[in-house]
């Protein structure tokens, strides 16, 4: 028995994993990891991967980076954890005014949670709140964006539209508005005019329900777990516009897409707003510790702010909120974004990525061939019919497979192959992804 083996052994005998089939272990085997170095991921036999999807979206400066790693182990030689809730640390100071400082002007507070689907219940939570202080409680629905997704907790999974994770739980979950999606595809040139046609859907429903609606809450320039779905600025723009004219909140999820994911800090910055929320985690602490941080206006935490005895405040807690070693990784992670210049860096490596994008566009069964700073996707499709394949044909796990077997963690999304890389990969690494992609897509047509 190999190390791997042993390993695999002891992990079936107990552990359930997530957003898996266990089943599916009986023929396709786990990977168990020893370590991390950069972007590649050892297993116990000695073979690597390389890590294109950044351990699901959050490793941005590689594993067992030395910068991170010494500043959270001197975190951990003074405190390691304290309530949040009548006490505070430095970090967690600290972490507040630098993400204050470099989201969009009017996030004037950051409230803390333990992860993404977390951060989006705050904000979900806050907004209504906020409604509810100002006299005006029937403001309690939210719009959502067709294809979207916000977490797998009963409130996200209310405001999020991909049936895979949603449809089992629908009994326990909210009825939520759905707009239409401003999903677009690059390579036809219809971005803009997806964007308006999905802004007039949008009105069309604020129209009807705005007086009773809390917020709109949408995952800005790329819709991730729907399959890397991309759309142009102009929707968050015209979407800003549209929630200031019918005084609705507007939620933007950056937990997937901040910190560099679209070729700008944030998303939103692309269209030169400030939302009402800004949800952040994932890249937030470079894929080291849970933190999620939601950012908000001064006037919102205005309507909180009163005597006790008004019970206005906002009772919301995590026992791990603000935990500082999380949050010297958090400071770290913007260091880092500072001393390298990262994102005007990333400019090289997606020109990398379009060069290699072009080529995979040649393939006759890759469609739909995209990137939005940071994040590539394609889409795999019958190259005798033209048509995707059927989900249950599963060919994404066959490239999967494939990937795993020449050295690359490629983890598709039904028939969409995507890159999401930590920023640390050179031209050799880059050429080692776009290879094993296209063999692998390849190989999913077998």
Not at 102 to 122: H, M, Q, W
Not at 321 to 338: I, K, M, V
Not at 357 to 376: C, D, K, S, W, Y
């Amino acid at each position: 028995m190999t190390r791997n083996q042993d390993w695999q052994r002891r992990d079936l005998n107990v552990l359930w994993h997530p957003c898996t089939q266990m089943k599916d272990h009986e023929s396709i085997p786990l990977v168990p990891v020893e370590r991390g170095e950069g972007p590649w991921l050892y297993d116990f036999d000695g073979r690597r991967y390389l890590d294109i999807i950044s351990s699901w979206w959050v490793n941005i400066f590689g594993h067992a980076n030395p910068y991170i790693n010494d500043r959270i182990k001197a975190q951990l030689d003074k405190l390691e954890h304290v309530i949040l809730a009548g006490f505070s640390h430095g970090p967690v100071v600290e972490l507040s005014e630098r993400l204050v400082e470099i989201t969009p002007s009017g996030l004037d507070r950051a409230f803390y949670a333990d992860n993404g689907s977390s951060g989006v219940e705050v904000a979900l939570k806050m907004s209504y709140h906020y409604w509810r202080n100002c006299g005006r409680a029937e403001k309690s629905e939210f719009v959502t964006v067709a294809n979207s997704y916000h977490g797998e907790t009963l409130g996200t999974l209310s405001v999020g539209d991909v049936g895979l994770y949603k449809d089992t739980y629908g009994p326990l979950l909210r009825a939520t508005a759905t707009a239409p999606s401003p999903a677009c595809r690059q390579d036809r040139g219809d971005c803009r005019e997806r964007a308006a046609e999905a802004l007039d859907g949008m009105r069309r429903i604020l129209e009807e329900q705005a007086d009773r609606t809390a917020a709109v809450i949408v995952e800005p320039l790329v819709q991730c777990a729907a399959g890397m779905l991309m759309h142009h600025p102009d929707y968050i723009r015209g979407l800003r516009m549209l929630c200031d004219e019918f005084d609705v909140h507007l939620i933007a999820d950056e937990i997937a897409v901040g910190f560099g994911r679209t070729g700008t800090l944030f998303a939103c910055e692309q269209a030169d707003i400030t939302p009402d929320f800004m949800c952040l985690s994932k890249g937030l602490t470079a894929g080291y510790l849970p933190l999620a941080a939601v950012l908000t206006s001064d006037t919102v935490y205005q309507a909180f702010y009163d005597d006790y005895n008004s019970m206005r405040a906002f009772l919301h807690s995590h026992s791990f909120t603000g935990n500082p070693l999380a949050c010297a990784a958090a400071l770290a992670t913007l260091d880092l974004f500072e001393r390298d210049d990262v994102i005007n860096a990333n400019l090289k490596a997606q020109a990398i990525m379009d060069r290699h994008l072009a080529e995979l566009a040649q393939e006759p069964h890759i469609t739909n061939v995209r990137r939005t700073g940071m994040i590539a996707a394609m889409d795999l499709i019958d190259p005798a019919t033209g048509e995707p394949f059927p989900s249950g044909d599963r060919r994404g796990v066959r490239a999967y497979q494939y990937a795993l077997e020449h050295e690359l963690l490629l983890r598709p999304l039904g028939n969409t192959l995507y890159w999401m890389p930590p920023y640390v990969l050179d031209e050799d690494d880059y050429r080692h992804v776009f290879e094993v992609t296209r063999d692998a897509a390849r190989a999913a047509l077998g």
